[in-house]
């Protein structure tokens, strides 16, 4: 008996993930990506955008380095639901759950249920490092 086992990993170089890198590694894994335009920030500093990746909105931030991606990813409660800060801190209802990934400068936001989404987001990014 024939027994073989396979690992999965990360299309892109988690280094130096960037927007575009996060576009092209997509789909290159299959998926239907359509990049969005920019949108006003909200509970992070970064510029956001919005893609759609097999019709599901995902929130991209894109930091100047991925020093300051990590600085702020380490503020985002494990559970995805808040945001703390030195002195404050920001409760955010969901309307399904979250899943954050970061990626060299990169913190990418899914609020969804769609194990496809989930399972492409986790194979060019990794493993979620907060949400549900």
Request: hydrophobic letters at 45%; glycine letters at 8%.
């Given at each position: ?14 280094s130096d993930g960037d927007y ?113």
């Open positions: 008996m024939l027994v073989a086992y396979s690992t999965s990993c990360a299309v892109g170089s988690r575009a890198s996060i576009i092209d590694n997509l789909r290159k894994t299959g998926a239907v990506v359509e990049p969005g335009g920019e949108v006003a920030p909200d509970f992070l500093s970064a510029k956001r955008r919005v893609i759609s990746v097999n019709d599901s909105n995902v929130q991209v931030w894109e930091y100047d380095d991925a020093a300051a991606a990590d600085a702020e990813a380490a503020f985002i409660s494990p559970d995805g639901f808040s945001v703390r800060y030195e002195n404050t801190a920001k409760l955010v209802e969901w309307i399904a759950p979250p899943h954050f990934y970061k990626a060299g400068k990169l913190i990418v936001l899914y609020v969804g249920e769609s194990e496809a989404v989930t399972a492409v987001l986790e194979r060019v990014l990794g493993p979620q490092f907060a949400g549900q």
